[in-house]
T-cell receptor, first 113, second 112 residues
Framework: EADIYQTPRYLVIGTGKKITLECSQTMGHDKMYWYQQDPGMELHLIHY???????EKGDLSSESTVSRIRTEHFPLTLESARPSHTSQYLC????????????FGPGTRLTVT | QKEVEQNSGPLSVPEGAIASLNCTYS??????FFWYRQYSGKSPELIMS????GDKEDGRFTAQLNKASQYVSLLIRDSQPSDSATYLC????????????FGSGTQLTVLP
């Protein structure tokens, strides 16, 4: 079981603000992912990273950006939040070798007013 | 387009019964399959992974994979009210760089 943390757990913020959602894992996993999920809907991959200095966009177009400067840290940034960004953001990680199981953090529920 | 299909439910079963959840996928070359449980308002929790045809058992959970028919199922024996959740099927499609594609989930309610 992976130890993966996300902060904040809940965030209500006004339109136009810059926000950074934090994600950290202590398992030394090389691969990390960001998903977006609206209530009752599917998870959609928005960003992923296979290691330090590696970032890629996922299937769902997103105005957010990510960085991977340290193995354990994979923050997501929105430069200018909009109400359409209201959603749950889930971070996950997986090992490089062996199985491909992904382990999820608790999520950040973002509301943009 | 590569897809993972699940009945959205809701599926209701009485306590103690067997709950059967099904998932079909579009890519015959897929090799890795996962079941996650997601309680309302929470993040997905990995229940099982399965990579080979046949059954894989873990406690009250059994995953079944049939690659020829392109379906994977999850059986929950002796269902408990605490099993009430949405169950997500996830598949790693061939050529997807090991990314998971999730189904929309099946909502299960276990009635006391």
């Amino acid at each position: 079981e992976a130890d993966i943390y996300q902060t904040p757990r809940y965030l209500v913020i006004g339109t136009g603000k810059k926000i950074t959602l934090e994600c950290s894992q202590t398992m030394g996993h090389d691969k990390m992912y960001w998903y977006q999920q609206d209530p009752g809907m599917e998870l959609h991959l928005i960003h992923y990273s296979y290691g330090v200095n590696s970032t890629e966009k996922g299937d769902l177009s997103s105005e957010s950006t990510v960085s991977r400067i340290r193995t354990e840290h994979f923050p997501l940034t929105l430069e200018s939040a909009r109400p359409s960004h209201t959603s749950q953001y889930l971070c996950a990680s997986s090992e490089s070798g062996g199985g491909y199981e992904q382990y999820f953090g608790p999520g950040t529920r973002l509301t943009v007013t | 387009q590569k897809e993972v299909e699940q009945n959205s439910g809701p599926l209701s079963v009485p306590e103690g019964a067997i709950a059967s959840l099904n998932c079909t996928y579009s890519d015959r070359g897929s090799q890795s399959f996962f079941w996650y449980r997601q309680y309302s308002g929470k993040s997905p929790e990995l229940i099982m992974s399965i990579y080979s045809n046949g059954d894989k058992e873990d406690g009250r959970f059994t995953a079944q994979l049939n690659k020829a028919s392109q379906y994977v199922s999850l059986l929950i024996r002796d269902s408990q009210p605490s099993d009430s959740a949405t169950y997500l099927c996830a598949v790693i499609f061939s050529g997807s760089a090991r990314q998971l594609t999730f189904g929309s989930g099946t909502q299960l309610t276990v009635l006391p």
